[in-house]
């Protein structure tokens, strides 16, 4: 009989080494893996049920706004990714070229996507020809391909799976409006299904999207007190439109540009739901996303009745869309609690000879090990109840934890101080200079502008690295 | 106000020219189009959401069956793709190179996958050790590419979409019997949710996947006689495994081989859809699969009280969860039709003020334009009964075409005869030699071996072509 003990211990504390940390759980959860192609991932079951629950999720949510899902291409020939000229210096040094096909080579190269927005241009380019065509409001479920030189498990591959929207209207006020519609969808994605809290805003002009005219991010605090940024939505104005030269006649039939935006989020939230909610004995997923709910554990599963009764509550539950699962195998109770806490199954209900003959069973909360006593005849009702509560619960507990983690500071000083002795994000003033940006950076081993948010905060009228005047208020913070 | 006539008048009869009504209809009804990628198609909203509905019913279908999701990189180092001799050399002059990425020139250079049986056994070469880690059977959703020449919407494309399923088992029965489970999986659902009536069985030793030792097929005869391959299921024996050696110790701790299928269904399905169903006036969907199930076309909508009931009416059905829109655009009632027609809508609810006044409403189906009188109060109860009734006969009169246009011939005149005359599948006798194959091909202008049906009707006891003894019989038809 396996201990329990020895599958925790394969897990590197938090605190010890978060690094490795989140690297065990990745591992022990079985995940995802590094594939034999050098920087891309073996994305395994336990890893892409929670992928295909966010997909449906979010898809969901697109779909209530409007959104209308295509498939594009992979392929981009090279003078279509040429179009726009920022869009090329910033995706160029990271893509990978198709140059043989079919036994020849080819007489022009092809990239691999690395997102899309030059593919989107080129179909609508042909479609759009009067304010009778717009808008368009498309997405697409794909992968891309990044030639990046470092990779870690969801946080950076060279490919990976995300969502890509795009959409293209006839004014400059629609498109923006589009492009803050989508930032609050997936705000409230992240918020109310992952139970992540963010802090959230406008990119400054040296971190947005290539080709970008406002890039709006959400940033998500890992455990450590990094950000991670989980999803993004640009605002392109006219810029790839015109340079496609898609043009739209209106009503008094006058030539019109038309404004575009795009909107990713990827499976990077993977890694933040981890390394938010993640503790010492594992992976805990908040239950609204979690591949399985519940998991059934029978005790003394040999003596007459158990199975029976734990497979009859299975199927009661199951009726009722309860995503559940039974452990019957002739592993250990105490090895079966420690398998559900590392896959950070949310619910796990203890099951033996005694609790039947009371009629109730033990229920165990997978994020604070709370047990609580339920009569076996309202498991239906209480079930989803305390999944409920949990959801609820686990939002809080990491809004604190990011509340708690939030520093303001007036002076270089300080900030370096703060930065030096404790993990976080700091609010800070500044100036709007690309130089004060990087300065505070260096200054800070690593706080970078995280993201400016709508709502500013007046903490001092002086930029905190130059004392000119203050332009923004940024969150600043250590990234992944 | 435009006239209806001029939407049909955009397709070119069946009857008149098949390809070009195909062609006619992809583009009309907005489903896929051709890409500035050469041979690579733009899946546009309407033809993806029916995608999109294929992928959620045989999902559904794979889950309750075991199969797990994943998802594996896209390119292939070209050292793996050749360590099964048969497949190298079946996908060898067909993929396409990555040569360059990150700015630099590629020491390996990678394919993109054309399907992936050489990353699913080696990553299974790592994880496989004892009995415990089998079988596994997994399944992803993606994109592989195939440097066609020659393109079709739908039919033939280097992109395109598809699941694959790839499985690994202890024994070489366990693994014959899942290649079957999922061919009747495909069945099943293809019979069942797509109204498309097939032929099936294995493929000829020269038809079947490179690599294989058996491949089970099922194939649709679209409307001009053709045969459409429509869903492959692969036994591959030990032959891959063995070639990546992946071996498992069993509880005797002996070491053993390991055995493999693989299974793929791809947007082809979607052409099988239009050319099995579709008529003069557009596409015609099987209800289980429309992404619109019933379109509301209000008359005199200008007229008091028309679009308040069509909008009650529309909240009604959505509430019951059947996929309803309601047209409240301002052309003509008659283009409303021909645009309702041309997309494939199974039932249009046709509304105005005489309706209202009494009580009850005309429903019209897509497939036969039969007219229902339905009481407004009775639409919940009556629009799911209608939809499946025209489910199961769409299915039963293309059942009845498949089995009108199925020939049996003895002699090869008679064989050359058939195929010269009629449209459709000749069944007939064969020795097993590839020569005889060949030359019956050619002898009826194309009618190569299309599948051996398991149940082997004793036609003749010698071979068509050689006259010697007659080993299977084959079903033979033109194929697209």
């Known amino acids: 009989m396996v201990d329990n003990k020895k599958m925790v211990e394969k897990i590197t504390s938090r605190e010890e080494d978060f690094a490795q940390w989140y690297t065990d759980v990745v591992k022990e959860a079985k995940l995802c893996e590094y594939s034999s192609v050098k920087g891309c991932l073996n994305y395994l079951p336990n890893g892409y049920a929670i992928w295909e629950n966010i997909q449906e999720k979010l898809d969901r949510r697109f779909k209530n706004v409007g959104v209308k899902n295509v498939y594009l291409p992979m392929l981009i020939p090279e003078n279509l990714l040429q179009k726009e000229k920022d869009h090329i210096e910033g995706f160029a040094p990271e893509v990978a070229w198709v140059t043989q096909g079919g036994g020849e080579d080819l007489e022009e190269k092809f990239c691999i996507r690395p997102t899309s927005e030059t593919l989107f241009c080129d179909v609508w380019q042909k479609q759009i020809k009067s304010y009778r065509d717009l808008p368009l409001v498309w997405n697409q479920w794909c992968s891309v391909l990044r030639w990046e030189k470092t990779t870690r498990p969801f946080l950076r591959s060279r490919e990976f799976l995300w969502q890509e929207g795009h959409t293209i209207h006839a004014t400059y006020e629609e498109a923006e409006e589009r492009t803050k519609q989508m930032f609050n969808v997936y705000y409230d994605f992240v918020t109310e299904d992952l139970a992540i809290p963010l802090v959230f805003g406008k990119k400054t002009e040296s971190e947005k999207f290539a080709g970008a005219e406002d890039t709006y991010t959400i940033e998500a605090m890992m455990h450590d007190g990094k950000s991670l940024q989980s999803g993004t939505s640009h605002f392109f104005g006219s810029g790839f439109p015109d340079a496609f030269n898609i043009k739209y006649l209106d009503k008094e039939n006058k030539l019109h540009s038309c404004y575009e935006t795009s909107w990713g989020l990827s499976t990077r939230i993977i890694g933040a739901i981890i390394m938010v909610h993640g503790d010492d004995e594992g992976l805990v997923l908040p239950p609204r996303i979690a591949p399985i709910q519940v998991r059934i554990i029978p005790i003394a599963q040999q003596k007459e009745g158990v199975l029976e009764k734990a497979n009859e509550i299975l199927e009661r539950l199951q009726k009722e869309n309860i995503k559940v699962d039974l452990d019957d195998s002739n592993k250990s109770p105490g090895f079966k609690y420690a398998e559900q806490e590392m896959l950070g199954i949310p619910l796990r209900i203890e099951i ?101 948010p709508e709502k500013r905060e007046q903490i001092s009228t002086k930029c905190i690295c130059c004392g000119k005047e203050a332009k923004e208020m940024v969150i600043w913070g250590k990234s992944y």
Chains 1, 2 share one sequence.
């Not at 090990?369 to 809080?396: D, G, W």
């Open 352 to 452: 033996g000879p005694k609790d039947i003959e009371n009629e109730e069973v033990i229920v165990v909360r997978r994020n604070d090990r709370k047990k609580i006593s339920v009569k076996i005849e309202n498991l239906e009702k209480e079930i989803p109840t305390i999944l409920e509560e949990m959801q609820k619960e686990m939002y809080q507990q990491a809004k604190e934890f990011l509340e708690n983690h939030i520093f303001t500071a007036t002076t270089l000083e300080e900030m370096k101080k703060i930065a030096k002795e404790n993990i976080g994000f700091i609010k800070a003033m500044w100036c709007g200079d690309k130089a004060c940006e990087e300065e505070i950076k260096a200054a800070t081993e690593g706080f970078g502008s995280r993201c400016i």
